[in-house]
């Protein structure tokens, strides 16, 4: 069994808790322009508690890139091909193609749909919250807020406990709980 560090639940308590502000920010604020703003401030926010992992990321990305040009697998040991992708013993590997014309189109529907999903989903978080405020319910938005920043939270937790950042494993003995 992995122990999840505590520095990673407190990340997904606070993703949770932004998330929860940022959907609740309706029973607090009456003015749309004042909405904006402090949603733009919970947007800030889980962007700041984001940024250590963002940053760890960029870090990965960019060892590998420089593991690839140095022609190392990371661990220091030659991977066979020189810097120019000539095989070390003469054949050269196979290049790999470059996306072709239908598959950006398949990445540009994705992104599209994903954006008129989130959209479409935002504003029927948004009626729905109204509709029962209308209705007398008091603090009608921060009742969804609470359930989807528990949700939040929690799928942080469990996709922190299925992918140990790096190359790290959980199950490796080496390391303790207090270096991940």
């Known amino acids: ?21 940022y959907y609740a920010v309706p029973d607090v604020a009456r003015t749309r ?22 940053r760890e990321g960029w870090h990965d990305m960019r060892r590998s890139w420089r593991d690839a040009v140095d022609g190392t697998t990371g661990d220091g040991e030659v991977d066979g091909t020189d810097p120019d992708g000539v095989s070390l013993d003469g054949a050269t590997p196979d290049a790999t193609p ?22 479409a989903a935002e504003r029927w978080l948004f009626r729905r919250g109204q509709a029962a405020a209308a209705a007398g319910v008091r603090c009608a938005h921060t009742r969804t807020a609470l359930a989807l920043g528990a949700l939040t939270a929690a799928a942080d937790l469990v996709l922190t406990a299925t992918t140990p950042s790096g190359d790290r494993s959980p199950d490796d003995p080496s390391q303790d709980v207090a270096s991940r």
Do not use: E, F, H, N
């Open 1 to 21: 069994m992995t122990t999840i560090p505590s520095s990673r639940v407190l990340r997904a308590l606070l993703t949770g808790l932004t998330t929860t502000a």
């Open 33 to 54: 322009a004042s909405r904006g703003w402090l949603k733009a401030a919970c947007v800030a926010a889980a962007l700041a508690v984001s940024a250590p992992d963002v």
């Open 98 to 119: 470059s996306p072709t014309g239908p598959a950006i189109a398949v990445g540009l529907v994705v992104v599209v749909a994903s954006i008129a999903g989130t959209v």
